[in-house]
């Protein structure tokens, strides 16, 4: 680290849209007067423990090196303060934690967990549309609409040099015409919505992708749902983002539970961001 601060801002390198992302929330802190800088979560200089605290924010590349960035999350928890705290961090990046949620009585998205390359070979879909991306993921990588053989077996030549678990879920054809829904929370409560679409012909809401954002009104039972995720979880968090999609009867169900790098769309409610830096400068002021 160059220079010692209150708070490290965890990133990744070379990310121009991180670092706008990111700007806000940089600007927040300076206003309540607390240093930040932002580090990529890789940099070997980095001297995490000499910072008051770890806000993981843009570490947009963090599912190209999964097992690296676990590892780095525990060496940071050994070190300072991390939000959200590293065991939500890690779970809710396995996508697996969705199989978790419906357990819990939180209505979620059909999942089911594939062990490998070779346990997909021999899979047999219960849909007849369905999605198959890497159980550690991040902006749609390596994750397609899988509707036929044909289809399978293009991802699996595409995909042969991948060696990490997988999970297979049921395509939900609303996201091609209501996308998804994404509720903001800071220190638990409700801060804000977004309703990320795709661009035509696409199913990927990400901005990658083309894909857009826009403030929203969430339902009643948008809220429901989103409220119960939260509750379930078993530790207070200093953000999180629940992404919600649409079954057939217009149902809403979770699609990810973001605990760890989510966009935060501040550009849309940058008060969010004012939120979280005093949200993290009373967690600085306490005793841990």
């Not at 890497?134 to 699996?156: H, K, N, Q």
């Not at 992404?243 to 969010?272: R, S, T």
Request: net charge negative; proline share 5%; glycine share 6%.
């Amino acid at each position: 680290m160059s220079r010692k601060a209150q708070i490290a801002i965890a990133t990744c390198r070379g990310n121009e849209p991180a670092r706008l992302a990111d700007a806000p929330l940089v600007e927040a802190f300076r206003a309540i007067g607390i240093d930040s800088v932002r580090l990529a979560w890789d940099d070997e200089d980095a001297d995490w423990s000499s910072c008051g605290g770890i806000l993981i924010r843009s570490t947009w590349d963090w599912h190209l090196d999964p097992d690296r960035f676990l590892a780095w999350l525990d060496a940071c928890a050994k070190a300072t303060r991390v939000w959200n705290p590293v065991e939500l961090v890690a779970w809710c990046l396995d996508k697996r934690s969705l199989i978790d949620l419906e357990s819990r009585g939180v209505r979620s998205v059909p999942t089911i967990s594939i062990g490998c390359l070779d346990s997909l070979r021999g899979f047999s879909s219960p849909w007849t549309e369905w999605v198959i991306k890497p159980a550690f993921g991040a902006t749609a990588y390596r994750t397609s609409v899988i509707r036929s053989s044909e289809d399978l077996d293009t991802w699996l030549r595409e995909n042969r040099v991948f060696s990490g678990p997988l999970v297979a879920q049921q395509f939900q054809s609303s996201v091609l015409e209501r996308g998804e829904l994404s509720l903001i929370y800071i220190d638990g409560d409700f801060s804000h919505a977004v309703r990320k679409s795709a661009k035509p012909g696409d199913f990927r809401v990400q901005a990658e992708f083309g894909g857009g954002a826009e403030l929203a009104t969430p339902s009643s039972e948008d809220f429901e749902i989103a409220d119960r995720c939260l509750h379930s979880l078993a530790r207070p968090t200093a953000f999180a983002r629940i992404d919600l999609v649409y079954d057939e009867a217009g149902q809403p169900m979770v699609i990810e539970c973001e605990l760890a790098e989510p966009e935060l769309f501040f550009g849309q409610c940058p008060e969010a961001a004012a939120k979280l830096a005093e949200t993290v400068a009373r967690a600085l002021s306490c005793p841990n």
